[in-house]
T-cell receptor, first 112, second 120 residues
């Protein structure tokens, strides 16, 4: 069975600062994908960043980057230069084949 | 092009009624996924199609839940004899199926806006 844990239900950050969201997971698989999704209030879920488990290099997408520690089964998301539009719920997810397992999310509020 | 669409956006049902939720994926997307998202929680996997084949239905919570995708495009999630615990947002997602390295299927999922089901 796959599990994903996000231990920070809520976080806040000042505009232009950096924030890190935590995610740990458990799986017996060696090949899988990890994702961070963003779900703004009353809007659709969108992909923020993805990481292939077989790659050691951490993924980066503009202001978003991850710290992937495979042995520790940790997959944190760093948001640099936070913007008001980053306010949303963030979900960490693990996928093997067609099945994805999501964490319960972290609500991030960016304050002006 | 158009994204994933779902209808209805909101559905109120009396306990015991049957409901049908529709998902229109992005044209050409091979894979289609259904999730159930309870208030304040992350989405939970229900089922997954590749074209018209239902490859994984391990997440369907009971035999009251049934999903189909007969022509490999539009999908319908049907819930029979609805119960209050079925109240949730039902999300649909679609993707192109791409075979990644190591035999792992990688595909970016595009989500629809969801159908909010309230069972009274």
């Amino acid at each position: 069975a796959q599990t994903v844990t996000q231990s920070q239900p809520e976080m806040s950050v000042q505009e232009a600062e950096t924030v890190t969201l935590s995610c740990t997971y458990d799986t017996s698989e060696s090949n899988y994908y990890l994702f961070w999704y963003k779900q703004p209030p009353s809007r659709q879920m969108i992909l923020v960043i993805r990481q292939e488990a077989y790659k050691q290099q951490n993924a980066t997408e503009n202001r978003f980057s991850v710290n992937f520690q495979k042995a520790a089964k940790s997959f944190s998301l760093k948001i640099s230069d936070s913007q008001l539009g980053d306010t949303a719920m963030y979900f960490c997810a693990l996928r093997k084949a067609g099945k994805s397992t999501f964490g319960d999310g972290t609500t991030l509020t960016v304050k002006p | 092009g158009a994204g994933v669409s779902q209808s209805p956006r909101y559905k109120v049902a009396k306990r015991g009624q049957d409901v049908a939720l529709r998902c229109d994926p992005i044209s050409g997307h091979v894979s289609l996924f259904w999730y159930q998202q309870a208030l304040g929680q992350g989405p939970e996997f229900l089922t997954y199609f590749q074209n018209e084949a239902q490859l994984d239905k391990s997440g369907l919570p009971s035999d009251r839940f049934f999903a189909e995708r007969p022509e490999g495009s539009v999908s319908t999630l049907k819930i029979q004899r609805t119960q209050q615990e079925d109240s949730a947002v039902y999300l649909c997602a679609s993707s192109l199926a791409l075979l990644g390295s190591g035999g792992v299927t990688y595909n970016e999922q595009f989500f629809g806006p969801g159908t909010r089901l309230t069972v009274l």
